[in-house]
T-cell receptor, first 115, second 109 residues
Framework: ETGVTQTPRHLVMGMTNKKSLKCEQH?????MYWYKQSAKKPLELMFV???????ENNSVPSRFSPECPNSSHLFLHLHTLQPEDSALYLC??????????????FGPGTRLTVL | GQNIDQPTEMTATEGAIVQINCTYQ??????LFWYQQHAGEAPTFLSY????GLEEKGRFSSFLSRSKGYSYLLLKELQMKDSASYLC??????????FGAGTTVTVRA
């Protein structure tokens, strides 16, 4: 079973649309993350949730709205996006505070194109 | 801010060895990770270093020098399937990972 799943895998939307990205982790982790990956650029951390509480918001525009209803699910709600928001959006999860390595495990990503 | 540098591209021959360097300047240090990412797929965890020295895992090894802000990933006995992007990431706090832009390795027959 894949540890972290994301849907949809591909999404094309207009600038006036509203859509949501979904992430689910099956690893029993307590932290979840959204990253943006643009071509030739480092992964950019967008949001962090720990035990369902948002602990990080890296100055992300309000047209991106995260939601974490429980420790296994994470959503990214999108509205009135811009063409420069086209990128690969990656979800990750980790077990924080375990005393171990706390490795982040990634989902396959959603390839978003904004027209 | 965080600054993590790695080469953009490297090319090597099947069966050869390639070393990918990563230098970092971060506000804190709590470990360094290497990930492999094939085109269109998720980054997958390769290795973790938090103490100085070499960590070996089969054909892949990773080295860390904290005093120099330097790490490398060594790929031995290269195979065609090793063609991918390799991401260096530094953990600088409780949860945060800061990533380099990635090194695309192309393995030629």
């Amino acid at each position: 079973e894949t540890g972290v799943t994301q849907t949809p895998r591909h999404l094309v939307m207009g600038m006036t649309n509203k859509k949501s990205l979904k992430c689910e982790q099956h690893l029993g982790h307590n932290a979840m993350y959204w990253y943006k990956q643009s071509a030739k650029k480092p992964l950019e951390l967008m949001f962090v949730y720990n035990f369902k509480e948002q602990t990080e918001n890296n100055s992300v525009p309000s047209r991106f709205s995260p939601e974490c209803p429980n420790s296994s699910h994470l959503f990214l709600h999108l509205h009135t996006l811009q063409p420069e928001d086209s990128a690969l959006y990656l979800c990750a999860s980790s077990q924080e505070g375990s005393g171990g390595v706390d490795t982040q495990y990634f989902g396959p990503g959603t390839r978003l194109t904004v027209l | 801010g965080q600054n993590i540098d790695q080469p953009t591209e490297m090319t090597a021959t099947e069966g050869a060895i390639v070393q990918i360097n990563c230098t970092y300047q971060t506000s804190g240090f709590n470990g360094l990770f290497w990930y492999q990412q094939h085109a269109g797929e998720a980054p997958t965890f390769l290795s973790y270093n938090v103490l100085d020295g070499l960590e070996e895992k089969g054909r892949f090894s990773s080295f860390l020098s904290r005093s120099k802000g330097y790490s490398y990933l060594l790929l031995k006995e290269l195979q065609m399937k090793d063609s991918a992007s390799y991401l260096c990431a530094v953990r600088d706090g409780d949860y945060k990972l800061s990533f380099g832009a990635g090194t695309t390795v192309t393995v030629r027959a």
